[in-house]
């Protein structure tokens, strides 16, 4: 569910470009990305979706548009969040951008909050900030506390935590402290919890800061189908 929602931000973002600040073309975003949640929920109703958005959506189709968003605080507004990192040009883009594709769904303060945090230091990798630098913009803009390792978290008896503020933080925490794009990843599934959009968000980080080394990239292929690859493809050219 993680991989397909991310592809579904990515293709309305490319296919609303360019993007416009005023609020009728945002809104034409969330519209856009709403009906392209449905469809891919749809599409692959297998998939693992969480309940509340699996809820949303079921409710949507019954009405025939999409429903009002849940007032969600939970991490998967953070996990699907990549794509604007690179679609927007500067900070300013960012927020704006983030926001606008968060409360599709998740239009509770700290749910948007959680994207805009990942999306920013997504894009300060890409652009070539230091770890340093991204950890003390995280922390006095967004104000998590990153300031712990994961051992210690793990230690302090962390448990299973879907909401941003008690993921985001954590996911943030592993990719400053890996050494590499698969140490990130180990460190966000060691950690336990949310292992999965933990390692979504840790990883969307490290991709921007490392790179994806190609043996990931070709494992990764063999679990989406050719229209899926299409659009990542498609999106990276766009971007790059």
């Known amino acids: 569910d993680d991989s397909y929602l991310t592809i579904a931000v990515a293709e309305t973002l490319m296919n609303n470009y360019p993007i416009k600040y005023d609020e009728k073309s945002l809104k034409k975003i969330q519209e856009d990305l709403a009906n392209a949640f449905i469809k891919t929920w749809y599409k692959h109703i297998g998939a693992g979706w969480g309940s509340r958005f699996f809820d949303w959506c079921k409710k949507s189709a019954r009405l025939g548009k999409p ?3 849940y007032n969600s605080c939970g991490n998967g507004s953070a996990m699907r969040i990549s794509p604007v990192a690179y679609y927007a040009k500067n900070e300013e883009e960012i927020i704006k951008y983030a926001k606008a594709v968060t409360e599709v769904t998740h239009n509770h303060p700290e749910g948007i909050k959680g994207a805009q945090a990942v999306a920013a230091a997504i894009w300060m990798a890409k652009e070539g900030y230091g770890k340093c ?3 003390d913009y995280i922390t006095k803009t967004y ?3 990153l300031n712990r390792t994961i051992q210690e ?3 302090s ?3 299973f935590d879907s909401t ?5 933080p954590e996911a943030i ?3 400053l402290e890996g050494d590499d794009f698969d140490d990130v990843i180990r460190l966000a599934i060691y950690l336990g919890g949310d292992a999965d959009t933990q390692a979504a968000i840790a990883g969307s980080i490290a991709e921007a800061f490392y790179g994806i080394p190609d043996k990931n990239v070709e494992i990764a292929k063999k679990y989406l189908d050719k229209n899926l690859i299409d659009i990542v493809y498609q999106f990276n050219k766009f971007c790059f």
């Open 67 to 69: 429903a009002e968003a």
């Open 133 to 135: 630098e991204i950890k």
């Open 143 to 145: 104000g998590y506390n």
């Open 153 to 155: 978290i793990k230690d």
């Open 157 to 159: 008896g962390y448990k």
């Open 164 to 168: 941003c503020q008690g993921s985001v």
């Open 173 to 175: 925490i592993a990719f």
